[in-house]
């Protein structure tokens, strides 16, 4: 027989063999499921979503209600639950409550933080001036601190947790606690390393720091990864023109909230420009703290060894808490494209 056909001859032979053989695999009922379904098993896999938790001081900045807004458009990222923080419990989680609930996620848990101040309400009252906490349809739990540490315990994943705000809640969560930092990890909008506000070319006392130095003290000491975005790339975004106009003019529910808020939010402050939220946004902070939950490739990302001090900077210090600092954007237009294209649903 010639080499050729040998060659055909023997690859005919096996492709008899091998359909036999998947033949006999039928019969017992153990066929290979086809590459479709094997695709889809796989990018189900892939795309499971991470568990979070937000401690927020929502209320105060507008910021932290377009930090919530991003967070529930992102399907990477399963929030468990809400707590408020630094003071104005009932505030923080009657506006966390009537947000999750108009965005249709009631199954969000919210939570009562640390009753510390300050207390009362804030600049966005007018909107959840009706509203009250026992029409929300989801889980409200009282003890704030308590609910971060079961969440987070009771987790089959390791449990992504967003701070944008001052952390005496997380602070009481490991002294009671001190395990979830070995089941949790830290995303914060804290400090300024090079930049300060409004890219002034020194750092600076931020003000999620300097408003409770002693917490985050306790949060770098404990052996959970960190991960900031400092003022010098948080304070650099903001939205106007056609960026501003799609997520302004947008029908969707969610980003159309966070609109009417700011509207609000600007309307309280004598100093604002009347027309300032029809032509822009102020300072987004805190979405910078969620991208960096899903994907921190538009950043550039350095591992620095940081110490709070006392009067609420945060300064390299060659013995202090290695941390994963976003210390300058590679591509800030992009990331503003993301954040209005998240808000939207249109590219």
Same mark, same amino acid.
């Given at each position: ?22 033949? !006999?695999?039928?019969?017992?009922? +153990? ?11 796989? =990018? ?16 105060? /900045?507008?910021?932290?209600?377009? =930090? ?8 990477? +990222? ?22 999750? !609930? ?12 640390? $009753? ?45 947790l967003i701070c944008i705000g001052p952390v005496p809640n997380i602070a009481a969560a490991l002294q009671r606690e001190p395990r979830i930092a070995r089941h949790a990890r830290f995303i914060g909008m804290d400090g300024s390393v ?19 130095? %002693? ?9 959970? $990864? ?5 003022? $010098?790339?948080?304070g650099r975004v903001s939205l106007a023109g056609e960026k501003y106009r799609r997520v302004r003019d947008t029908t969707d529910r969610t980003a159309a909230d966070v609109i009417a808020n700011y509207r609000l939010w600007l309307g309280?402050?004598?100093? #604002?420009?009347?027309?300032?939220? $029809?032509?822009? #946004? ?22 620095? @060894? +940081? ?7 945060? &300064? ?7 941390? @994963? &600092?976003?210390?300058?954007? %590679? /591509? ?13 649903? %249109?590219?």
């Amino acid at each position: 027989m010639s080499a050729p056909a040998l060659i055909n001859f023997s690859a005919a032979c096996f492709s008899s063999w091998r359909l036999g053989f998947c033949l !006999a695999l039928l019969g017992m009922g +153990l066929a290979f499921p086809p590459a479709s379904a094997r695709a889809a098993e796989t =990018a189900a896999v892939k795309a499971a979503p991470i568990p979070v938790i937000l401690d927020t001081d929502i209320g105060d /900045d507008i910021d932290d209600t377009w =930090a919530l807004a991003l967070l529930l458009k992102s399907p990477e +990222l399963d929030l468990k639950l809400a707590v408020g923080d630094y003071g104005k419990a009932e505030y923080r989680a009657r506006l966390l409550a009537k947000l999750l !609930a108009r965005s249709g996620r009631g199954d969000v848990s919210v939570g009562l933080g640390l $009753d510390v101040a300050p207390r009362g309400g804030g600049r966005q009252d007018a909107w959840v001036k009706d509203y009250e906490l026992k029409s929300y349809p989801g889980k409200v739990f009282t003890n704030g601190v308590q609910a971060i540490i079961d969440t987070i315990m009771n987790s089959p994943q390791r449990v992504t947790l967003i701070c944008i705000g001052p952390v005496p809640n997380i602070a009481a969560a490991l002294q009671r606690e001190p395990r979830i930092a070995r089941h949790a990890r830290f995303i914060g909008m804290d400090g300024s390393v090079r930049l300060g506000y409004g890219g002034a070319p020194s750092p600076c006392a931020e003000w999620n720091v300097k408003a409770d130095p %002693k917490s985050l003290q306790q949060v770098f000491a404990a052996p959970w $990864d960190i991960t900031i975005t400092p003022l $010098d790339t948080c304070g650099r975004v903001s939205l106007a023109g056609e960026k501003y106009r799609r997520v302004r003019d947008t029908t969707d529910r969610t980003a159309a909230d966070v609109i009417a808020n700011y509207r609000l939010w600007l309307g309280s402050d004598p100093a #604002s420009s009347p027309n300032a939220a $029809d032509q822009h #946004s102020s300072t987004l902070f805190d979405p910078v703290a969620v991208y960096l939950a899903l994907q921190p490739e538009l950043c550039v990302m350095e591992r620095m @060894n +940081l110490r709070v001090t006392d009067e609420g900077f945060t &300064v390299l210090d060659p013995q202090g808490r290695p941390v @994963n &600092v976003a210390t300058k954007w %590679k /591509d800030l237009g992009a990331f503003e494209d993301f954040l209005v294209t998240r808000l939207t649903g %249109k590219p």
